[in-house]
């Protein structure tokens, strides 16, 4: 399987997770697919190192200035913990994931 599979497979368990009402899965569903397309712009830019784990490249790209506004803040708010109330800031995870993946694949090409 090659890393954008694994991507859509990520974002269709996410969207299988939300569809059953499970938000914490499709969360975490939404942040690996991010992390399988980090992981390969890493792989292929060394240059761009940011992290090992996908919750350190979220963090990672939502601190990196260079990369427009729109993309690290789709990563933060995927990156951030949940709220006392058990809120997400991320209220569309697989749609912020996309605006991650999207960054990752224009930087791939």
Request: with cysteine; hydrophobic share 40%; aromatic share 6%.
């Given at each position: 399987?090659?890393w954008?599979?694994?991507?859509?497979?990520?974002?269709?368990?996410?969207a299988?997770?939300?569809?059953?009402?499970?938000?914490?899965?499709?969360?975490?569903?939404?942040?690996?697919?991010?992390?399988?397309?980090?992981?390969?712009l890493q792989?292929?830019?060394?240059?761009?190192?940011?992290?090992?784990?996908?919750?350190?490249?979220?963090?990672?790209i939502a601190?990196?200035?260079?990369?427009?506004?729109?993309?690290r803040?789709?990563?933060?708010?995927?990156?951030?913990?949940?709220?006392?109330?058990?809120?997400?800031?991320?209220?569309?995870?697989?749609?912020?994931?996309?605006?991650?993946?999207?960054?990752?694949?224009?930087?791939?090409?």
């Amino acid at each position: 399987m090659n890393w954008l599979e694994g991507v859509r497979l990520e974002l269709q368990r996410a969207a299988e997770a939300g569809r059953n009402a499970n938000l914490g899965k499709a969360r975490t569903s939404a942040r690996r697919a991010v992390g399988i397309a980090v992981t390969e712009l890493q792989r292929k830019l060394p240059e761009k190192q940011y992290g090992r784990d996908f919750i350190g490249q979220l963090r990672g790209i939502a601190a990196d200035e260079s990369i427009p506004e729109k993309v690290r803040f789709a990563a933060d708010r995927l990156q951030t913990r949940l709220s006392t109330d058990f809120e997400s800031p991320s209220r569309q995870p697989i749609d912020d994931a996309k605006i991650v993946i999207d960054f990752v694949i224009e930087c791939l090409q």
